[in-house]
């Protein structure tokens, strides 16, 4: 986000609109809220300030210091960002295609002496997705071939904000058989974790495997893997 240096404004801002210590003086009519976003939407934040009179709105971002706008001149060289004013009250400072470096604190000011502000806090989220076996991030083992007596191990990664739950489900809805070494056998219908291992694999366990990544923020993804038998 580019914008102009703090200090290149900073003089305007703090001597620009002060009035006669007589007039009614700005106040806040409703807080900031705090907003969640998918990213890629669009979202704006609301700001009603009541008997502004010659004082100016700015908005701020407030973990970089960085003036976004006074009044309804846009100090930040951004073509996602945008203000506007109803001519009444209320100023909102819109983001539009909202972008993971977007998050963060932002604020309300009115450059009263001291100066009065606000501020709320833009989260966004980012729905899961599962690394393809050719990304470089991904270790993702998207085929298993054992002999029977042999294992198998299947691993599935995903990113998303916040971090995805990966589970693993077989196709149709049949059991996972989770062996120990003890040859010990457990049927469920869920395994947790990015790591799905097969031990002693048997004829019954050859088919799909289902793995399944979810963070709250839709849609959940899921990618199918195989197992076959090695001939």
């Known amino acids: 986000m580019d914008v102009y240096p703090f200090s290149f404004w900073f003089h305007f801002w ?24 998918t ?3 669009d979202v704006s934040f609301t700001c009603v300030v009541n008997n502004l009179g010659q004082y100016r709105v700015a908005w701020i971002k407030s ?30 400072l819109h983001i539009s295609h909202v972008q993971l470096n977007d998050s963060g604190s932002y604020m309300c000011q009115v450059n009263t002496d001291p100066m009065r502000h606000q501020s709320g806090n833009l989260d966004v989220v ?7 076996s050719n990304d470089p991030n991904s270790a993702s083992l998207e085929e298993g071939v054992a002999n029977e007596g042999g294992n198998v191990q299947l691993l599935c990664q995903a990113v998303g904000v916040p971090l995805p739950t990966v589970q693993w489900r077989r196709e ?9 070494e ?50």
């Open 39 to 41: 990213q890629g939407r």
């Open 172 to 180: 149709g809805s049949k059991d996972i058989i989770v062996r120990s």
């Open 126 to 132: 980012v729905s899961p997705d599962i690394l393809n």
């Open 63 to 92: 973990d970089s210091k960085a003036i976004l706008a006074i009044h309804t001149h846009m100090v930040a060289v951004n073509p996602r960002l945008s203000v506007t004013h109803n001519g009444h009250n209320t100023w909102k």
């Open 14 to 37: 703090i001597t620009a609109g002060h009035g006669s210590q007589q007039e009614a003086q700005p106040e806040f009519l409703a807080p900031l809220d705090n907003l969640t976003v």
């Open 182 to 231: 003890g040859r010990e056998k457990q049927a469920v219908k869920v395994v947790e974790g990015e790591r799905l291992v097969l031990n002693q694999v048997q004829r019954t366990d050859m088919g799909g495997y289902l793995c399944i990544a979810s963070n709250g923020v839709p849609p959940s993804v899921s990618k199918r893997y195989d197992v076959q038998n090695q001939l």
